[in-house]
């Protein structure tokens, strides 16, 4: 019974893995008879064989965890100042209503193209990459916060009332358990835009992680190495993800039953 | 009209209680003078139509809802807002889904700071007394809606209130496990000799539970009759097939009934306007 129970949670990742090495094989044979130009986008099998030359060669673990650090500074930022800007929008209408319209506005807005202004405020250093990857990500944080506690069951704030809970305690004990799904929800789309703009802005600015590898590699018009690279890009995304989920399943124990 | 008072010395006394929503003409006179006595361990159920004003009694009376005429008292003292003595059950589903049965039920002992064992093993005899026995790691999305409803009740009863005031905590649920719920209840009340005020729509509810029923009118919602149920105690819903428990049961129909059609007749007359105002 525990085996097959065992067997069938093997199934999805399974069917996962299955499903990309079906792509690649499609992809390989389409390029191998000349469908999709070869030139333009590198066998699979070259992508993979290129893996531990750009490893060995380029500094690949040095450069991922720049990559990964950079992604790490923009979460916490991301946490801090993003969960308690949204909380403040909640708790003041005036500002939401001042400002909700232009944070909606802020999700929209190419920041990555914003990358001198931060180079002239921030040089060109890693807290601009940092910096860059934050504001992208903050406008998801920001709005999924507000919905989240403006969607509070009003039955629950009546239940904290009939205790005669304190403010802190109607935040605390109520607001924020009852909020905590939708931040999350923020908080991964929140981290999405931060790695895309991260890896852009090292590739635009030319400094550290793996933005600047795949620049450097597409300038030498090493394909097999840029996309190898842009695997590696994949690899930072999917290790928040996991974590981010971890932390979900952590502080969320009731959304796992 | 005002009910007749409790024999015993009143725990809770409702005096007067006016309550409109909004201002001049367009104000709606929602609870019109109502006055009532609720004695130590007694159980007393208002009954009325839908729209009759009962969930405001209930909000103005547990203090969450201000702004009114009148006086709420507990043994005496005026009641301003919430109040220690007054424990509330919702109609809605009101438990945390992010805490367990336990820690749903130690809320109010963990908000006085009792330490984590003291009041987990408190939790449990309330999860015990309602019945949730073997439940008490699960969360509420594993549990039907009568047993999120009793894990409700337990967190009330955990905070020991003088008086449990319950607005149709069963109005959800089928007819059977309403009856059957109604049981735990009566045993609750039993056990404790909790001062109970139930809010309902359900006769049958009312008269299985209670020492007195009262009936209030279709809005502006006023206290129409006073009904003292002399049905032996300890009861089971087994009473429903009393003949006794039939003529009470006839006779709040009745009072009710007239209620009822008036709300009907009021409902269907509001739905005619709004189609002629498109």
């Not at chain 2, 006394?13 to 009532?36: P, W």
């Not at chain 2, 009101?94 to 006085?112: G, I, Q, Y």
Request: glycine share 8%.
């Amino acid at each position: 019974m525990g085996r097959r129970i065992a067997a069938r949670s093997l199934v999805p990742p399974a069917t996962g893995v299955l499903t990309l090495v079906g792509a690649f094989a499609v992809l390989e044979a389409l390029i191998r008879v000349g469908v999709v130009n070869r030139f333009v986008v590198p066998l699979p099998s070259q992508v993979l064989a290129a893996i531990p030359r750009i490893v060995a060669e380029e500094g690949v673990p040095y450069r991922f965890w720049q990559t990964t650090q950079e992604a790490i500074g923009a979460s916490v930022l991301l946490v801090v100042v993003g969960v308690a800007l949204g909380m403040l929008l909640f708790r003041f209408d005036v500002l939401r209503s001042a400002c909700e319209t232009w944070v909606a506005a802020l999700a929209s807005a190419p920041i990555v193209l914003m990358y001198p202004l931060f180079l002239v405020i921030f040089g060109r250093s890693a807290t601009t990459i940092v910096m860059i990857g934050f504001i992208a990500g903050l406008p998801p944080v920001i709005l999924k916060t507000v919905e989240g506690l403006a969607g509070t069951r009003r039955v629950l704030l009546d239940v904290g009332r009939s205790f005669r809970l304190s403010e802190a305690q109607r935040f605390r004990k109520i607001l924020m358990p009852a909020a905590l799904p939708t931040i999350f929800v923020g908080m991964r789309v929140g981290l999405i835009f931060a790695l895309i703009n991260i890896v852009g802005v090292e590739f635009l600015i030319n400094f550290g992680g793996l933005g600047q590898l795949i620049n450097e590699l597409a300038e030498r018009y090493d394909l097999p190495g840029t996309y190898a690279a842009i695997g590696f890009v994949i690899l930072v995304s999917i290790l928040f993800f996991v974590v981010c989920e971890r932390a979900e399943v952590w502080l969320l124990p009731h959304r796992q039953r | 009209m005002s009910a007749a008072p409790a024999t015993a010395a009143p725990v809770l006394a409702v005096a007067g209680i006016v309550k409109r929503f909004g201002a001049g003409d367009d104000a709606l006179l929602a609870v019109d003078r109502v006055s009532f006595d609720v004695a130590r361990g007694e159980f007393v159920s208002i009954i009325g139509p839908s729209g009759c004003g009962k969930s405001t009694l209930f909000n103005v009376i547990g203090g969450l809802l201000g702004d009114f005429e009148g006086r709420v008292t507990v043994d005496g003292q005026p009641v301003s807002g919430t109040h220690p003595a007054i424990g509330m059950v919702f109609q809605e589903e009101s438990t945390f889904p992010w805490r367990t049965v336990v820690d749903n039920v130690a809320f109010p002992l963990e908000l006085a700071g009792i330490p984590k064992r003291v009041r987990h093993e408190r939790a449990r005899h309330f999860v015990s007394m309602v019945g949730l026995d073997g439940f008490e790691r699960r969360y509420p999305a594993e549990l039907s809606g009568g047993m999120r409803q009793r894990v409700s009740i337990a967190r009330t009863l955990a905070s020991e209130p003088r008086i449990l005031l319950m607005d149709e905590p069963f109005a959800a649920l089928d007819e059977q496990t309403r009856l059957l719920l109604g049981d735990k209840v009566l045993q609750i009340h039993q056990a404790l000799r909790q001062t109970t005020l139930l809010i309902t729509h359900n006769i049958t509810e009312a008269v299985q539970l209670s020492d007195r029923v009262l009936v209030m009118t279709y809005r502006p919602g006023r206290l129409k009759r006073t009904f003292a149920i002399d049905l032996p105690r300890p009861r089971t819903s087994e009473i429903v097939g009393s003949d006794a428990f039939g003529r009470y049961v006839a006779h709040i129909w009745s009072d009710l009934r007239e209620e009822a059609s008036r709300g009907i007749h009021d409902d269907e007359l509001r739905t005619r306007e709004r189609g002629e105002q498109r």
